[in-house]
């Protein structure tokens, strides 16, 4: 996956090596916690001066160290972004990450990534949702969460078991068959890529769902649209407006689209969720703001490979 957090200038000191060595994990920790690939940046960063103040020799287990110290940090965040969120002109989207999934990341890492279950986490209060990332998709034990957020150990087995009820039925279900799931979605992007309306309303759901995310500064539906033939008059006014998609890619790892501006810039990103062999989510970010860390990411021009 495109990395997106800048490591701080290496030097001889050990906590820059020490860093060098967990940064990337540290980075998927707060953005999963997050949602938001800025904010994300502002945690790591925080997080690396407080390495810089500690005597790294004192520390037995470094990674488990910064993921305390990073839990604790996303905390304070989603706290004080609730207020922000209820204030949020139409649909809240996670800012978008360009690239597929690691390949060594197990399938709960990777399914954390997607944007449908980005956007589940949102029903969890700040406790719970870091205590349930830390447990459920990092796999972290209770001990270990209850001295990342200074809780007792049975006060995290209730955060995290409240974390799972809360988005059971919202998570999206994992495909029987990944690669037809695969072959729907390259077929949903070559679609759009050729402005084949009949071939998309032939993809999707009957229910599918299509969220924008434009924040109050772009042009967008500030509610969810419902149903195939509304989807599509949906697109095809973008597509109208915007011009046609200008790459294939992969969007939090999973299949998705970019349409750019005339600086050559993303202007509209959108990611897809298949289920059952159809089209039944998508996800579209047009928030200036939340693009902005995709200015110098490339794109590929043909969909990502089936895993």
């Known amino acids: 996956m ?15 090596r020490l860093w060098a060595d967990h940064r990337q994990q540290a980075f998927a920790l707060a953005y999963r916690m997050l949602g938001s690939v800025s904010d994300a940046e502002d945690v790591l960063q925080e997080a690396y001066l407080r390495l810089e103040r500690t005597d790294v020799a004192g520390i037995d ?9 990073v839990s604790r940090l996303c905390l304070d965040h989603l706290r004080s972004a609730r207020v922000r969120r209820e204030r949020y002109v139409g649909p809240w989207l996670p800012e978008p990450l360009i690239g597929a999934a690691d390949p060594g990341d197990t399938v709960e890492l990777a399914e954390s990534l997607s944007t449908a279950f980005l956007i589940v986490l949102e029903r969890l209060s700040p406790a719970q949702r870091v205590a349930f990332i830390l447990h459920d998709v990092f796999g972290e034990d ?19 078991a409240r974390g799972r009820a809360a988005t059971r039925d919202g998570r999206p279900r994992r495909e029987e068959d990944p690669r037809l799931g695969h072959a729907v979605a390259t077929a949903f992007q070559a679609a759009c890529i050729d402005g084949d309306t009949g071939r998309l309303l032939e993809l999707l759901a009957p229910d599918v769902v299509v969220r924008a995310d434009g924040g109050g500064l772009v042009s967008s539906a500030r509610r969810p649209i419902h149903g195939a033939d509304r989807a599509v008059r949906l697109l095809r006014g973008i597509f109208r407006k915007r011009g046609l998609p200008s790459a294939a890619a992969a969007v939090n790892g999973a299949p998705g689209l970019v349409i750019t501006g005339v600086d050559g810039r993303p202007a509209w990103v959108m990611s897809v969720t298949v289920d059952a062999g159809r089209v039944a989510a998508l996800h579209v970010v047009t928030n ?3 693009l902005a860390h995709l200015a110098n990411v490339p794109f590929a021009v043909t969909p990502h490979a089936p895993a």
């Open 2 to 16: 495109t990395a997106v957090a800048d490591q701080p200038p290496a030097g001889p000191s050990e906590a820059a």
């Open 61 to 69: 287990e470094p990674g488990a160290w910064l993921s305390r110290i």
């Open 142 to 160: 209770y001990a270990s969460i209850a001295r990342a957020l200074g809780r007792t150990e049975v006060a995290c087995r209730l955060l995290v």
């Open 288 to 290: 200036p703001q939340k």
